[in-house]
């Protein structure tokens, strides 16, 4: 037997019954339709900055020789670039997520994960990963005079976590509220009734934790009369459109971009004044790669008078991830390995001003790697609706 055989089946001895659970989560199956052709680790963001192997780590499943209490398994963002490219659609993400549900279900977390638990944990008791407090969830909006949700208004304005929490993100939450007013789109919101969407904890492998909060809101959504949901992250817009159905319902969901190019396109909004910067629009995967929305986000930027928008050197289906999709955003990421570095480089190369964005995860990523290049005095992170906010 060879030494690294040997020093795997030694690592995996104490997770038997766990490897033998992977086996039965199918990722062994689907791991025997991969040929190990390499081109997911060729298209994968890691290799820019580390060594990692999603065809390595598809390969030990396959054999049960998984290193459940290793870092590997919990490093996929869930970019979806691999997937996108694998000959044998083996499915990285979802055998990525199996392997994750049972290493969260034996309780085996390596320390750079331990945030996951703390997200579980405040997920659990209330509805939000931040460790907030549920009461608190509206206080962004205090002062704004905006409505609870009513059955016939035009729209639920699904806020989420980080845009009703996070101090940064609560910028980008008053700004959409103003520009909805502005526009005479009749909404509201559900305040301290809104959970989490449950995209994140989901792909972490908690997937009890997930269903629960998404049978809430779905709970929530039918009370109320919802037909039409507005979101401003990717991330629940993914997980209404395409997770939430799993559970027999159907809600039409709008991401705030699209919404945006409409009511611009209808001359709801005019836009007034001259923006006068070059601006760099970035992708996100959940927006972008996994839901195929690349021009509203675009449309809305080439309206804004003077503004310059150019493109980095991987966009659309080819943007670079900011590392903090699969719940990454809640995991340490070691300096020198922070894909949203790179992503802040790419767009200073094409001389932008402003990086801008939608996406929660994205600015929080962003906005920290600004601080810690100091690039702060020759870069500004936006979301678009704060831009459109600008100019209204
Ligand atoms: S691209 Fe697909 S077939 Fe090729 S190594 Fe990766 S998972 Fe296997
Ligand atoms: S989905 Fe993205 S981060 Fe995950 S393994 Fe594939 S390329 Fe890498």
């Avoid at 704004?144 to 035009?154: F, N, R, T, V």
């Avoid at 940064?168 to 559900?190: C, P, Q, S, Y």
């Avoid at 959970?195 to 009370?223: M, P, Q, W």
């Avoid at 009369?225 to 992250?233: A, D, E, N």
Wanted: glycine letters at 10%.
């Amino acid at each position: 037997m060879g030494n690294s055989v040997k020093k795997d089946l030694e690592t995996v001895a104490p997770f038997e019954e766990a490897i033998e659970e992977i086996k039965q989560a199918g990722g062994a199956e689907s791991g025997r339709f991969c040929y190990q052709c390499g081109k997911c680790d060729v298209y994968c963001p890691w290799n820019r900055v580390r060594d990692f192997s999603i065809r390595k780590v598809i390969r030990q499943a396959a054999f049960g020789l998984t290193e459940i209490e290793g870092e590997d398994i919990w490093r996929c963002t869930t970019c979806g670039s691999c997937p996108s490219v694998c000959p044998r659609g083996v499915g990285q993400i979802e055998f990525g997520v199996s392997l994750r549900r049972v290493a969260t279900d034996y309780g085996i977390f390596p320390d750079s994960v331990r945030g996951v638990r703390a997200a579980r944990g405040s997920l659990t008791s209330d509805g939000n990963p931040l460790s907030e407090n549920r009461e608190s969830r509206a206080d962004w909006a205090k002062g704004l005079s905006l409505k609870p949700y009513a059955e016939g208004m035009d729209f639920l304005f699904f806020v989420g976590c980080y845009y009703s929490y996070d101090p940064r993100m609560k910028k980008v939450a008053v700004a959409t509220a103003n520009i909805l007013d502005k526009a005479g789109v009749e909404f509201g919101i559900l305040g301290t009734q809104e959970s989490c969407c449950g995209e994140s904890i989901r792909k972490t492998g908690g997937e009890e934790v997930f269903k629960t909060l998404a049978k809430e809101n779905i709970k929530t959504f039918i009370d109320h009369g919802v037909k039409k949901i507005l979101v401003s992250s990717p991330h629940c817009y993914h997980t209404f459109k395409n997770e939430y159905p799993e559970f027999m319902v159907n809600f039409e969901v709008v991401h705030i971009t699209e919404l945006l190019a409409e009511l611009i396109r209808d001359k709801r909004l005019e836009l007034k004044g001259d923006y006068g910067k070059r601006v760099t629009y970035h992708d996100p995967c959940y927006l972008g790669r996994h839901n195929g929305v690349y021009e509203a986000p675009r449309q809305v930027l080439d309206t804004v008078p003077g503004l310059e928008r150019v493109e980095m050197v991987d966009s659309r289906e080819s943007s670079l991830c900011c590392g903090g999709g699969g719940g990454r955003v809640w995991m340490d990421t070691p300096k020198g390995e922070r894909f949203a570095d790179l992503r802040l480089d790419q767009a200073q190369d094409v001389g932008a001003e402003v990086l801008a964005t939608s996406c929660p995860y994205c600015i929080t990523n962003f906005e920290e790697s600004r601080l810690s290049l100091a690039e702060d005095d020759v870069l500004e992170i936006r979301d678009i609706t704060e831009i459109i906010n600008e100019m209204i």
